[in-house]
């Protein structure tokens, strides 16, 4: 009997990653292609240019494609994971009214406006793509919390005319909802000579971008907490019902039909403050990489790792990229000494991302009445041994990381091998497709200065600190 094949999309904020996979959740071909840089404008203004998440996922699709060969025939299915929170504006032939609506622009915060003749239909990234890929007019419900009008209850759109208007999004213009599992519909001849994908197979639902994560990185279990590190870092545990009035996370529909994720507050641009970092420092950190054949992570991780824990005091708050209801957060990064250079800085950045999401994770948890036994980390910066052992020493519990740490690709293609009927549970499916790399456990005297610098210090920083940003604000920007 010849093998079968799944096809996994990943669409990112900074690149769309396509991943085959066998049914044992091995990769057997892959390709990516980074976004084009996004365009700002005042106002908070962030939008993809041109038609960037469709190009780039023709040219991952055709690298993956080339890689994989000559057995198109024996893929059975494509799972569609893309980011979330973006808004797409649609003309009545499905093309784009204008640039997709990135997530960190301040218009998905609020309710859409009518302000274009031209749209008729208001989606998600994934609704965009599946009429890209299919030609259909349909979206993975599960993409869909925030400004939209969604019943939770039913994973449909709301019928209530009030929480429609509330939203001023009528029902025709939003595309027919699809859960995940389910077929969006099936590759298009236009969509399969511009990606490579075989004309005729099913594109599958998902959910949202860091649910389906959740799922391939192995979040089964109600006691396990999984941290996903991404330009948002987000953590989140599961659940069996939309919570109600929660203070420290909110509910949003899992990638398993049914159930539900409970996610904690996160760190707007988290990694990308790294590759800030790292961009900031220049040729001096590029030379010395490439004189010992390693990349610029490597060699900061490598030389971060001979820092003390606590990196001798200095602390970094990651505000890099305020809410809008918060405009006066900035970054900061206090306790400097002269001896501080740049890998105390660095290790502090990696310190402040653990504090930062064990402290989410407690507050989530706390209120769920939720005790966890092991954390799963997922995303690139899951590769550096140092931030492993961060976060075991912070979480004080195993942490555990994924042969694939890429995971959206791997939740995306277990919700083909489900829906498709491959495996029959969803329990079944992450057992077969998901295999854990390594595990890092917490090292006792790491964990005990952790705990004090956190809890005594960590946690009320900002009361400090944002007293003295909200004046600086005030008289740089008195209009506000």
Not at 128 to 155: A, C, M, S
Request: aromatic share 10%; charged share 25%.
């Amino acid at each position: 009997m010849e093998k079968k094949y799944i096809v996994g999309i990943d669409g990112g904020s900074q690149s769309t990653k396509i991943v085959i996979f066998d049914l044992e959740g091995n990769i057997v071909g892959e390709g990516k292609e980074n976004l084009r840089p996004m365009h700002l404008a005042e106002g908070v203004v962030v939008e993809h240019p041109g038609d960037d998440l469709w190009d780039s996922l023709c040219v991952a699709a055709k690298k993956a494609m080339d890689q994989f060969g000559v057995r198109k025939e024996n893929i059975v299915g494509i799972g569609l994971g893309s980011i979330r929170c973006c808004r797409v504006l649609m003309k009545k032939d499905g093309s784009l009214a204008q640039p997709i609506i990135s997530w960190m622009d301040k218009r998905t915060a609020t309710p859409f406006e009518h302000d274009n003749p031209e749209v008729q239909y208001v989606t998600s990234t994934n609704g965009y793509l599946t009429h890209r890929l299919t030609g259909e007019f349909k979206d993975n419900i599960g993409n869909h919390f925030g400004q939209w009008p969604v019943d939770y209850e039913t994973w449909d759109w709301s019928t209530d005319e009030d929480v429609l208007k509330s939203y001023n999004l009528p029902r025709e213009m939003l595309l027919d909802p699809v859960k995940p599992g389910d077929v969006l519909g099936y590759i298009t001849k236009e969509a399969s000579e511009k990606t490579g994908f075989p004309e005729g197979l099913p594109l599958i639902a998902t959910t949202s971008d860091k649910a389906v994560e959740g799922l391939g990185a192995g979040l089964i279990r109600d006691t396990t907490a999984f941290v996903s590190l991404g330009t948002y870092i987000s953590s989140m545990v599961t659940g069996t019902a939309m919570p109600e009035d929660a203070t420290s996370y909110w509910g949003i529909m899992s990638s398993i039909p049914g159930k539900y994720a409970y996610e904690g507050y996160g760190i707007r641009r988290g990694m990308w403050t790294v590759s800030w970092f790292k961009d900031l420092l220049g040729e001096k950190i590029t030379i010395r990489s490439n004189y010992q054949g390693i990349s610029e992570e490597e060699y900061l991780n490598d030389q971060a790792q001979h820092v003390p824990a606590g990196s001798d005091g200095l602390m970094t708050v990651l505000d890099w990229l305020a809410n809008p209801w918060e405009p006066y957060k900035r970054g900061v990064m206090i306790g400097f000494n002269a001896h501080h250079d740049y890998r105390y800085m660095y290790r502090s950045i990696l310190e402040g991302i653990a504090y930062t999401m064990k402290n989410n994770v407690t507050n989530m948890t706390e209120e769920l009445g939720k005790t966890i036994d092991e954390v799963i980390v997922t995303g690139g910066g899951s590769n550096s041994d140092l931030l492993m052992q961060i976060f075991a020493d912070v979480f004080n519990l195993p942490v555990k990381r994924n042969v694939v740490n890429g995971s959206a690709s791997v939740g995306a293609a277990i919700n083909v091998a489900v829906g498709l009927g491959i495996y029959s549970t969803y329990e079944e499916a992450v057992e077969k497709m998901v295999k854990v790399k390594d595990i890092f456990t917490p090292i006792p005297e790491n964990v005990a200065i952790y705990k004090r610098l956190n809890e005594e210090v960590y946690q009320g920083l900002t009361m400090h600190t944002d007293k003295v940003l909200e004046k600086t604000f005030a008289i740089l920007h008195p209009e506000q």
